[in-house]
């Protein structure tokens, strides 16, 4: 059975950082392409950021280039997303993608940059 589950996930207020993990287990992890998504009220879910391989190749969303940095850990089975000098825009429900031909979502972590 696979899942993936979510955390780190917060209330910060802007400028902050949080870490947010996502741990898999029931697949092959090593280097199965990863991505994090995120949906904020009444918007559609959308990439934030993706990672291949070992990590040498990522992409990042426009909006959160510089400020985001995605990376894994396959010996712990787990894909990181770092985010710095958060926005009160960048508050939404954080989601982790397996993206294999079937893919799989995690639940989701909420995220909050508020004063």
């Known amino acids: 059975q696979v899942q993936l589950v979510e955390s780190g996930g917060g209330l910060v207020q802007p400028g902050g950082s949080l870490r947010l993990s996502c741990v898999v287990s029931?697949?092959?992890?090593?280097?199965?392409?990863m991505s994090w998504y995120r949906q904020a009220p009444g918007k559609e879910r959308a990439l934030v950021a993706s990672?291949?391989?070992?990590?040498?190749?990522?992409n990042y969303a426009d909006d959160v280039k510089g400020r985001f940095t995605i990376s894994r850990d396959s010996a712990k089975n787990t894909v990181y997303l770092q985010m710095d000098s958060l926005k009160p825009e960048d508050t939404a429900v954080y989601y982790c993608k397996a993206d294999l031909a079937n893919p799989y979502w995690g639940q989701g972590t909420q995220v909050t940059v508020s004063s």
């Open positions: 029931g697949l092959q992890f090593s280097w199965n392409p």
């Open positions: 990672i291949v391989g070992a990590g040498d190749r990522t």
